[in-house]
């Protein structure tokens, strides 16, 4: 008797919770998001509604599992319901589970699921092997709206006005999203190859125009203004055991400055500059290193005195070239795309969507993605990439909804994340170098060794919403004959940055507030040092990834004179490409 009372108490218990299951109030919330409750929480509630639906025994659940498992080939909640098929026991399921288990363009373990709920219903699963892909298979289409199976795989949405429908033969491919606009199977293109001792690659072009400062000079009460166009280049590889490096700037200067008076000066430079530098390391961080710098300058003056003569018109030239060679501790990398990376996964986490976190190999594939891109004009494709790379990984639950994709798409093209830096380093160098500076009789042409000494620091935030860097250099002029000049130069900067970001990922701006210190002396007789102290503050815009508009306001006391100016910087470019390994 009391093996009996047991075993009743077994088979009623799970009855006795499936009567208590609310089965309408189920199906009604897999159906319909409340009004009161956001995308990412209606989610995960359906998924959990379609697990009591398949678990309640009660064959009201069977058309809407049924529907849920067509359609929803994208999210977790499909394989919920086609494995609840399976439970619940109703053979109607049967023919829609074994297009499901031949259907190449579902995942696996829809695929997967399917054929083990047919073997819960006594039923074969299709007959042959599954097409290979690309294969001639049979779709399925909407009578009533004419979508292709293959689009209602691809995520239509809940599915509703599907009346009928015929097989028809075709050839398939894997099915896009059709929120993000895939009509057929998106390629991933393919970037570099970044080996597994690389960690960290750059390359970024910039032109910057319609750069201007308007300042006043209030010991000379003097009035400045300039214009200016750049353009630079830079290129970086960083190896575990190797590192190198070159880039080029082409700068072109005018401008003019108003002192009290009649008397007015203009002018104008070219500046082209030019720098490489090769890294060995050895040791913990140790590095030898070479580096070959260049600048050349052409300086036109055109000056009118009080009386409205031209007291002179000039142009010179000036040219720099030098070698060094030396030692040095530390490295500091560009880490924006790592930035990036990790944005992602919050985005994902934060809609309920992080399958499982991103690992180095899909962060890898995903940087080469991005890489690839570089330069486009258009996000879609980056944004396509993006998605494929996290689903196949399975990185990605389900297919992006729109809140999502505009958070995705926010991610990808904020410029914000790029020049994001991390690390320290300090080096000394011995120089060897040349002058020729026309542009100045007081320095001497000719040879010059110098000593070079730097250090550089960066660090982001926890948050990645701000981020601190500095540098600080010296530069002593060495070996010189007797009684001649032995100049020196040093100098420390800093800078704080602070990110915005609106709800939803979405960058307003960037706040800066750095501070400059400096000494100088160039050993002449009776000379005295120079020093500088000087503070900046800017708010930066950013229209796209490689373009900026910075307006800014900054103060300096340069030796006892006090300047007081504003900028505004307006810079475009081409979409940088970056990578640096988890």
């Known amino acids: 008797m009391r093996g009996w009372l047991i075993a009743a108490a077994v088979i009623a218990v799970p009855a006795i919770a499936r009567a208590q299951e609310d089965v309408p109030a189920l199906i009604k919330l897999v159906g319909e998001k409340p009004a009161s409750m956001d995308t990412a929480t209606w989610k995960e509630k359906r998924r959990d509604a379609a697990k009591r639906l398949g678990s309640s025994g009660d064959k009201r659940a069977v058309p809407v599992l049924m529907k849920l498992a067509e359609t929803e080939s994208f999210d977790i909640v499909g394989e919920i319901a086609i494995e609840a098929l399976g439970n619940l026991g109703d053979p109607q399921a049967v023919p829609l589970l074994q297009r499901i288990e031949a259907d190449p363009s579902r995942d696996r373990g829809q695929r997967d699921k399917a054929r083990k709920s047919l073997a819960k219903l006594g039923a074969k699963p299709s007959e ?17 709206t004419g979508e292709t199976g293959a689009d209602l795989a691809a995520g239509s949405g809940s ?15 894997t099915s896009g999203s059709v929120l993000l606009g895939g009509g057929g199977e998106q390629a991933v293109p393919e970037g570099p190859a970044f080996t597994d001792d690389i960690l960290a690659s750059i390359e970024r072009i910039t032109f910057a125009v319609g750069n201007a400062h308007l300042g006043y000079d209030s010991v000379r009460k003097q ?17 575990d055991t190797f590192a190198y490096g070159y880039s080029g700037a082409i700068h072109v200067l005018a401008g003019y400055l108003d002192p009290d008076g009649p008397a007015s000066s203009r002018g104008a430079e070219l500046e082209l500059t030019a720098r490489g530098d090769v890294r060995s390391y050895f040791g913990p961080g140790m590095f030898v290193t070479a580096v070959a710098e260049g600048t050349h300058q052409t300086t036109y003056i055109s000056d009118t005195q009080n009386d409205g003569t031209v ?3 000039d142009v010179r030239f000036g040219t720099e070239l030098e070698l060094g060679v030396g030692v040095g501790y530390g490295r500091v990398l560009d880490t924006g795309s790592l930035v990036r990376v990790r944005r992602i996964s919050a985005v994902l986490e934060s809609n309920r969507a992080l399958g499982r976190p991103i690992d180095a190999q899909t962060a890898r594939r995903l940087q080469a993605a991005w890489w690839a891109l570089r330069g486009g004009t258009s996000t879609h494709p980056v944004l396509i990439a993006t998605v494929s790379i996290l689903r196949e990984s399975g990185v990605l639950l389900g297919e992006p909804d729109a809140g999502l994709t505009y958070e995705l798409l926010e991610v990808l093209r904020d410029g914000q994340l790029d020049d994001r830096r991390e690390g320290f380093d300090a080096s000394l160098v011995f120089g060897e170098g040349y002058l020729s500076r026309e542009d100045n009789p007081m320095i001497d042409n000719g040879r ?19 981020d601190l860097t500095g540098t600080a250099f010296a530069k002593l002029r060495v070996f010189t004959e007797m009684n001649a000049p032995s100049p020196y130069v040093l100098g420390a900067n800093a800078r704080w940055r602070q990110f915005f970001y609106g709800d939803h990922y979405d960058p307003t701006g960037a706040l800066d507030v750095g ?17 500088l102290l000087g503070g900046q503050i800017g708010w930066t815009m950013r229209p796209n990834r490689a373009s900026s508009v910075r307006l800014g306001a900054d103060a300096r006391l340069d030796s006892g004179q006090f300047f007081l100016g504003a900028t505004l910087d307006i810079s475009y470019g081409l979409a940088p490409a970056g990578f640096a390994r988890m």
């Open 159 to 173: 599915g509703s006005g599907s009346t009928t429908t015929t097989t028809t033969p075709t050839t398939t491919t």
């Open 223 to 239: 009035t400045s203004f300039d214009g200016d166009l750049a353009g630079t280049y830079e290129r970086r590889v960083d190896k």
């Open 448 to 466: 010059v060794e110098q000593v070079l000494a730097s250090a550089s620091y960066a660090k982001q935030l926890p948050g990645d919403t701000s």
């Open 128 to 144: 042959g092997a599954a097409p290979e892909h690309g294969a001639t298979t049979g779709t399925t289409t909407n009578v009533t």
């Open 311 to 313: 007291a002179a018109r």
């Open 515 to 531: 501070a400059t210190i400096g000494a100088s002396n160039d050993d002449f007789m009776n000379s005295t040092t120079g020093y």
